[in-house]
Structure formats: structure tokens, C-alpha cells
């Protein structure tokens, strides 16, 4: 097993399954154009191989799929059958919703009990600003199908100033009420907004001022989380659970057990460094010659990660995954 000074080791994959995506919201995608999957995209089956790989040269137990937007790939169907054979602990996925309630039944016969809807809005009119495609009714019934087919439901909010800070507190309470866990994100300085300090400090939003925001409303407790979760998490008694990924205001690189796989071969050991590794020429190897070459790369992928906190980095969202 490979592991570094801290004790910090791969555990957890996130695969971009393609950067296309059918949003293009503004934190993420400055220039508004919608990113068509690249050209140099692996198969599906390629893909699946590097998952085989991963779980053999790095010891990964959890598989989160994302993208750009996983559910508009024609490889989903094909990676799913593959990777929900390999006997994973855990596989989730993160989505826009666009089209959840379409691709439901393709989600519960591959096994995924768990997704991340990515919502930061109820407002309509901010809703079409803020994400530049889609539509916020039929998101909000493709969770409501995800809820009653029995999958547990993770709401993704990005707090921006001046762009859905009102939101905060009725998206709270939509969560609570339906059973959806909401966890707020710190905006990162990611893509452009690891280039200017400015747009980024003009938007973001800390788990301070989310706490205080709740706290005129509701009492909240800190709650247990695993050793390794990026989130702060905290119980309303009685209502339900909410969690911060506060990157800025609790960095957790230190715990950080990620490592992410681009759409196009790339490893990534750490969101916050320009360095990433080309493995995409290995899953066409056979194991005995893939591996040993992929765990060198991986030395190289734990080395990137930060030592205390993320500090921003060149890579989009969109082409790596959150
Ligand atoms: N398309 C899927 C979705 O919308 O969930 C998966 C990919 S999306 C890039 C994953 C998550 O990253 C989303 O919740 C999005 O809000 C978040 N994200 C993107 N850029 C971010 C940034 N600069 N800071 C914080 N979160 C960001």
C-alpha cells in the first residue's frame, strides 16, 4: 500500500466520466460556452479498467462517478455494469439532475444508493444565472423519484455572495423537510478563480457566516463524521443533518484520502496542484506490466497533495470532478 508521511492513503476515486456537461454555471465555467466531452476521451471499458487497477494498486474502497456531468455520457451504462461488479464498499454519484429522473432505473439496477445532487437555488430566475442550462422543476422531481425509489440524498450548495445568499435558509429547509442531507460548499479558488482574488472574494461565503446565517433560526449541534470527510457536519435535533466543506475555513488535506481519474486518463492527487499524471496508455496493458508503472505514478499522485490546506489551483471543476 502506498502511503506517505502523514499516513494519508488513496481510498477514495472520483472518475470524471466525461467533461461535458449540459450547465455552465458561472463559478465554474467563467466564459459561459458549454464543454463538449473531449476528443481523447477513454471507453467505458477502459475506464472500468482503470477502477480494476486503481482498487488493486492503491487499495481504493469508494467510488464516486462525476464529471462534467456523468449522466449525459453514453459510456454510463456500460462503466456502471462494469464497476458494480468489482465489489467496491461504495458507489455514488454527483449530478446535476438534469436528468436524474431519466436515468433512475439505470442507477438502482447498477446498485447506487447514494447520489449528490448539485442545487444552489429554489429561485428560478437565479437558478437559470447561476447554471446556465437545465431546468430547476425538473430537478427538483428527479429528486423527488430518486427519494421515493429509496436512494439517500445529498443536496450540493455552493453559497455565493451576491448571487443566492437568500437561498441559504430555504434550501435548508427544503432539505430537512424531505429527508435530503444539504451540504453547503466553500466556493474553491479553482480555474479562474485561483487567477483573481478579486471575483473569488467577492463571493465567497464562510462556514462562519453560513453558521451564524442558521444560527438565527435554528440550534445546531457538531456532529460525528468519518476521520477522513471533507465536511464539517452539524444536527438540527429532532430535523435532520447539514454539513459544510469548508476548504477555506477547515482545511482537511491532512485526512485527504482522494484521488481523482480525468475522463481523458489523467491522475490527480490533489484538486489544489497543476500536477497530474498520464495513465490512460496503461489501461490497455495487461495487469502484470499496468501495475507496477501505475504505482510509481501513484507515489507521484500522494506526493502532490498539500501538506495543511488547499491554496487553489489551475484545473476546472468541470474537467476534473468535485
Ligand atoms: N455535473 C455534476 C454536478 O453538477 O454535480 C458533477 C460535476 S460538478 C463540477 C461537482 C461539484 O463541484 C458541484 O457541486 C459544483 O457545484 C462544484 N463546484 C464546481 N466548481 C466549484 C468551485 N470553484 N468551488 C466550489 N465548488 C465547485
Known amino acids: 500500500m502506498i502511503v506517505d508521511r ?3 492513503r488513496f481510498r477514495n476515486l472520483r472518475i470524471s466520466l466525461t467533461s461535458a ?64 461488479q468489482m465489489g467496491l464498499e461504495d458507489i455514488s454519484l454527483t449530478t446535476n439532475g438534469q436528468l436524474l429522473a431519466k436515468k433512475l432505473p439505470l442507477l438502482v439496477d447498477a446498485g447506487i444508493r447514494r447520489i449528490n445532487v448539485s442545487l444552489d437555488t429554489l429561485d428560478p430566475v437565479a437558478f437559470k444565472s447561476i447554471a446556465r442550462g437545465g431546468d430547476l422543476t425538473t ?29 441559504v435558509m430555504p434550501l435548508l429547509e427544503y ?40 444560527g438565527d433560526q435554528y440550534e445546531y449541534l457538531q456532529a460525528n463524521a468519518p476521520v477522513d470527510a471533507t465536511a464539517v457536519r452539524y444536527e438540527i435535533p429532532g430535523q435532520g443533518h447539514f454539513g459544510v466543506i469548508a476548504n477555506e475555513s477547515v ?29 490512460g496508455d496503461l489501461l490497455d496493458k495487461p495487469r502484470h506490466q499496468a501495475l507496477p508503472a501505475l504505482q510509481r505514478l501513484l507515489m507521484k499522485a500522494l506526493g502532490d497533495k498539500q501538506e495543511v490546506a488547499f491554496s487553489g489551483g489551475a484545473t476546472i471543476m468541470k474537467i476534473i470532478g468535485g
Open 21 to 84: 456537461c449540459n450547465y455552465a454555471c458561472t463559478y465554474c465555467v467563467p466564459d459561459g460556452k458549454r464543454l463538449v466531452a473531449a476528443q481523447d476521451e477513454l471507453s467505458a471499458e477502459a475506464m472500468a479498467r482503470g477502477v480494476e487497477y486503481l482498487i488493486e494498486a492503491a487499495g481504493i474502497e469508494r467510488l464516486r462517478i462525476t464529471g462534467g456531468e456523468p449522466l449525459v455520457s453514453p459510456k454510463l451504462e456500460r462503466f456502471m455494469t462494469a464497476v458494480g
Open 251 to 279: 482545511p482537511f488535506c491532512r485526512t485527504c484520502s482522494r484521488l481523482r481519474l480525468s475522463s481523458t486518463g489523467w491522475l490527480h492527487g490533489c484538486l489544489s496542484s497543476s500536477n497530474r499524471h498520464f495513465v
Open 6 to 8: 502523514q499516513g494519508r
Open 175 to 214: 432539505c430537512l423537510d424531505r429527508g435530503y442531507e444539504l451540504r453547503f460548499i466553500e466556493l474553491m479558488r479553482m480555474g479562474h478563480l485561483a487567477r483573481d482574488s478579486n471575483a473569488f472574494l467577492q463571493q465567497f461565503v464562510s462556514l462562519q457566516q453560513l453558521l451564524s446565517l442558521i
Open 139 to 167: 430537478v427538483l422531481g428527479g429528486m423527488e423519484q430518486a427519494r421515493a425509489a429509496g436512494m439517500k440524498i445529498k443536496v450540493n450548495m455552493v453559497p455565493l455572495r451576491g448571487q443566492n445568499l437568500d437561498q
